[in-house]
Structure formats: C-alpha cells, structure tokens
Nanobody, 118 residues
Framework: QVQLVESGGGLVQAGGSLRLSCAASGRASSEFAMGWYRQAPGKEREFVAAFAMSGGYTYYKDSVKGRFTISGDNAKNSVTLQMYSLKPEDTAIYYC???????????WGQGIQVTVSS
C-alpha cells in the first residue's frame, strides 16, 4: 500500500512563493506518476500538476503554467511543486496523489494548506 507524506505549504502574500514536497513509500509499480490536486472552500477539487516518474514528463493546469514547476526525484520517490507568483485564487488545500499514470491518481496524502493573502 502506497503511503504519501506531504510537507511545505503555509501563508504567503500575493506574488510570493511556496514549495510543496511529497514522498511515497511502499511503491509497488515500476512506472507511476505523482502530482497535486487542490480544493478551495466550497469548490470542486481540481488538477494542478503531475509528474511521470519514468520519463520525467510534466503536466499542468493552464492557470498555473509559467508559475508552478513540478519535479521528481526517482531515488527518493518524491515530487516537489515549486509555486511562484502566487495569487489569492491559489488558496486551497493541496493534495499529493499517486497513480499508474498522471490521469489516474488514486492514492492521496492528507493535504497541506496554502494560503495567499492579497
């Protein structure tokens, strides 16, 4: 059973930056993807970014392209989401996910709060 441990997050002013990290343990698949979804209060959970661990491919929600960067470390089975130029609308709980591919993230961490003040 894959378990995910998230770290990072916090409170930052608009225009600032934050970094989220997620490490997976108990991985059984040789090919997998990890990524992040987020959910703001009263809103639907939405995809943010994902990383295909085998090939290093990245995928992003349109609204974060150019501001967020996702990277992976195969040796540590981890991903990092570097967030720049944060906006108040980025405020949400961010959840790390794991799956067989970036479209099928099915195992989740507990979530980390990201708050961006204006």
């Amino acid at each position: 059973q894959v378990q995910l441990v998230e770290s990072g997050g916090g409170l930052v002013q608009a225009g600032g930056s934050l970094r989220l990290s997620c490490a997976a343990s108990g991985r059984a698949s040789s090919e997998f993807a990890m990524g992040w979804y987020r959910q703001a209060p009263g809103k639907e959970r939405e995809f943010v970014a994902a990383f295909a661990m085998s090939g290093g491919y990245t995928y992003y929600k349109d609204s974060v392209k150019g501001r967020f960067t996702i990277s992976g470390d195969n040796a540590k089975n981890s991903v990092t989401l570097q967030m720049y130029s944060l906006k108040p609308e980025d405020t949400a709980i961010y959840y790390c996910g794991y799956g067989t591919n970036w479209l099928m993230l099915s195992n989740w961490g507990q979530g980390i709060q990201v708050t961006v003040s204006s």
